[in-house]
């Protein structure tokens, strides 16, 4: 059974102890309060530094609160398990607890203490593994979800087959990276890295915010029964959860020094000193309030869990958000009015007086504020116009070439593999001669829709001319590309286009090599498009890639 930790009453000082004051009116008296256990997610550390503080410096005793923090690990039931078996009345769990409410589990996410997830692969830096792709093949570490989501949506969102992968349980000890035992560590990026530094061990992060994938994590969550019968309660726990929150970030040694001493033994003051700089990263207190939720965001969340199979739709996320009650200083709004009432005996006079220029200069801001948006909206259009093929909505070749020259700079930097696809529609000057110029845009404008729409969002597309086009795909090798496009083919040639027009293309692959340049690499995929049309269409031939 977890340990409940000690507790320690230390006066809060400044705003937090008014906001505090006025929480305790709203909870009543605190000698009756029942008491509130919360569970952790893991062992203690700083990742829940805001708890600890909020019952050290008295948050929780001076709203009224008796609170009990329970520590999880591996051994421990799912912070959720407990929450909804009455064994903890908050627990603090994943953005997975969103699937808990879609099944119909009466959960409330309370506050989002980070903003962006630290599940990581952690990969050795010798391992040739830079990106998703190169984990084909691999001995790869992953949760059961949803713990694991982020990594599982960053695989799907590339395109990447789990069964490409070994896929291994994963074990809680990055010592089995160093060690050869798996070739992909799932751990947090505010905690094993600092481990492998210590063991001067060079490794490499796949973050799946780089990806696109951006979940919250360590969300604060009750029960509805809860929030229901002890409303005021719950209130108060997470104004003084935040406020414990806020006290550790603004004072990052203490917090460290107390989390040391009393909580974590186990763990150096250089480990959590880490972890907190870390930590602070992903719940960025400067830049977004500490807690807050969008339910845009939670939506789609939701929506990628459905896609990966482990929630049913729809999603409905009525009352899963919890509305907090507006937390008002009104000394400092007492201060604001004053100050607002004496500025203006002193410069209502002044206002009067230039009241007339006042509007005039409003005007004139007006005026150039309309200018400079339709300047940017003119600089928009020009660089679409410029940028974008007008018949297919694709990349033009010099659009191309920008991004191209980019992903190669790129992959000769970090050794990456990319591959190009070079297609154009076979007897394409026939169908214009037979169908006219206006059947031959529409075939034009079809082939490149339907070509894009099976593309990922890391591959590029562009008309490099007439009927040509070419497919640039960064983080790809030739095996890969080579399968790709004799699925486009296939694709292709299966329905017809314009009315019944049977329209197929041929392909040519070719896979770029260290020191090559672009035009170097077009010219290779354009030989082998040479051959696909001299070897009779419809069909793909790939350049070998040369040994050594």
């Known amino acids: 059974m977890p340990t409940p930790l000690y507790r320690r009453s230390t006066k809060p000082r400044g705003p937090a102890a008014f906001a505090l004051v006025l929480l305790l009116l709203l909870c009543g008296q605190a000698s009756a309060a029942e008491k509130l256990r919360l569970q952790l997610r893991w062992l203690h550390q700083f990742q829940f530094a805001g708890y600890y503080l909020a019952l050290e410096k008295g948050y ?107 896929i291994q349980q994963t074990s809680f000890n990055p010592q089995d990276l160093i060690d050869g035992k798996t070739d992909a560590y799932d751990g947090y990026s505010t905690n094993e890295p600092f481990w492998l530094k210590q063991q001067n061990v060079d490794y490499r992060l796949i973050n799946p915010r780089e990806y696109g994938v951006n979940y919250y994590n360590d969300v604060l969550t009750t029960r509805e029964a809860v929030l229901q019968e002890r409303p005021q309660e719950v209130e108060a726990f997470v104004q003084a959860s935040l406020a414990g929150w806020q006290y550790a970030l603004d004072h990052i040694e203490e917090s460290v020094q107390l989390i040391h001493q009393r909580y974590a033994p186990n763990k150096s003051l250089e480990h959590l000193r880490f972890e907190a700089e870390e930590l602070k990263k992903l719940i960025m207190p400067e830049l977004v309030q500490l807690g807050h939720m969008n339910p845009g965001r939670w939506e789609t969340i939701a929506r990628n869990y459905v896609e990966l199979g482990l929630a049913k739709g729809p999603v409905e996320l009525d009352n899963f958000l919890y509305k907090r009650k507006a937390n008002t200083d009104h000394s400092l709004l007492y201060q604001v ?81 990319l591959s190009l696809i070079f297609f154009d529609i076979d007897h394409f ?115 070998p890639v040369a040994n050594g």
């Open 60 to 166: 929780y005793r001076q709203a009224g609160l008796d609170v009990e923090i329970l520590q999880g690990g591996p051994r421990v039931p799912r912070p959720i398990d407990s929450l909804l078996a009455g064994q903890a009345d908050f627990a603090i769990a994943n953005s997975g607890v969103v699937i808990a409410r879609m099944q119909g589990k009466p959960v409330v996410a309370l506050a989002a203490i980070m903003q962006t997830s630290p599940i990581v692969w952690i990969v050795r830096a010798d391992s040739g593994i830079y990106s998703p792709h190169d984990l084909a093949g691999k001995r790869v570490m992953l949760m059961p979800p949803p713990e694991s989501t982020e990594l599982l949506i960053t695989l799907a969102r590339e395109g990447i087959d789990l069964n490409r992968l070994q």
């Open 337 to 417: 009015l004053a100050g607002a009432f004496l500025t203006l005996l002193v410069v209502a006079g002044i206002a009067l007086r230039f009241a007339h220029l006042t509007q005039r200069l409003r005007q004139e801001i007006e005026r150039r504020r309309q200018a400079e948006q339709e300047l940017r909206n003119s600089n928009h259009l020009l660089e679409e116009l410029a940028n974008t093929d007008r018949l297919t909505g694709q990349w033009t070749r010099r659009k191309f070439e920008e991004v191209a020259q980019q992903e190669i700079n790129r992959a000769e930097r970090y050794g990456l593999a």
């Open 429 to 543: 000057k026939l169908i214009n001669d037979q169908h006219g110029h206006e059947v031959g845009d529409q075939v034009l404008s079809g082939v490149a829709q339907r070509i894009k729409a099976q593309l990922r969002q890391s591959d590029s597309m562009c008309r490099w001319g007439g009927e040509e086009f070419i497919i640039f795909m960064p983080h790809t090798d030739l095996e890969h590309a080579c399968a790709i496009a004799e699925k486009l083919r296939a694709m292709l040639a299966a329905e017809p286009l314009a009315g019944q027009l049977a329209v197929t293309a041929s392909f040519g692959v070719a896979q770029w090599r260290q020191g090559q340049t672009l035009g170097e690499l077009v010219d290779s995929a354009d030989q082998m498009l040479y051959r696909a049309k001299h070897c009779g269409r419809n069909r793909v031939e790939c350049l």
